[in-house]
């Protein structure tokens, strides 16, 4: 039938439509030159960016800037020492420090707290010594005056103005006398610093922290040596450590530490007619 009419094909010669597999190609084995890539940013990179923290020369710098109007303190001038960080440097001592500057103040007779102190003085001893004098003198005022009262079957009434007394008295008394004497030694040529001044009156009032507490003690002759030993070793603590700078002032050097030492003496003696006169 039909099958006589298909002819015989080669199967040699027949080329199909999926081709023969070619010869694998030849590898060829590529060199890279040597890169002159660098670390970004060059350190010395010239253009637009120049450094690596610093921003391009030509950008908009209005965010880095304090706003017109806004609450950010300017960084010069009078305006820093309205600043916290004006005075962070003042602050910024350890319990260690604090505890050898007061032994220093109790052993006045060495004379050499203004050396230790030269390169570092602080304002955190002298404010919490000062802080620590109102509440003593003020609670025991208090406490004295109550058991006055009850002892005598009278009515005891709170004095307020015992607290307002011993802040203006301990916290005016350590900041404007170094304040008048930081201005006399300056008319004299013989300047010091005010933050030196301030740390050294301050300091200098903490031997009467013990001297408080020793008020209670119902003795009048008791309450006298105790207000004479402690404006006695305050005095000596302040008028020692400032010998030898006020010297450089000439002659008149000796006036000065003699106004100094009868000056603190005048403190405990405040103290001994509106505290230490209290008997029970």
Known sequence: MMSSN????????????????ADPPVQVAVKFTESNLQTFPPSSSQG???????????????????????DEPQQGGWF??????????????????????????????????????????????PFWICSTLVFVAASIGTFITYIAHKLQNKEWNYDINLVTWSVG???????IVPLCLFLVLKYFSAPSGLV????????????????????????????????GVAGFMSATFVALNLKHHIASAGERWFFIVAAIFLLQLALP??????LFNVTV
């Open 6 to 21: 298909y002819t015989a094909i080669d199967n040699q010669n027949v080329s199909g439509s999926v081709p023969a597999v």
């Open 48 to 70: 637009k960016i120049s450094g690596a923290y610093g921003p391009p020369r030509d950008a908009d710098d209005t965010f880095s800037k304090p706003v017109s109007g806004s």
């Open 80 to 125: 820093r020492a309205f600043t916290i960080a004006a005075y962070k440097p003042y602050f910024d001592v350890d319990t260690s420090d604090v505890l050898e500057r007061i032994k220093d103040s109790l052993f006045p007779f060495t004379g050499s707290f203004s050396e230790k102190t030269a390169n570092n003085p602080d304002l955190y001893g």
């Open 169 to 175: 008295l301990f916290y005016g008394y350590s900041t």
């Open 196 to 227: 030196q001044l301030l740390c050294l009156y301050g300091y200098s009032l903490f031997v009467f922290i013990p001297a408080l507490c020793l008020s209670l003690v119902p003795w009048e002759i008791v309450r006298w040596v105790v207000a």
């Open 269 to 274: 003696l405040v103290l001994r007619v509106y």
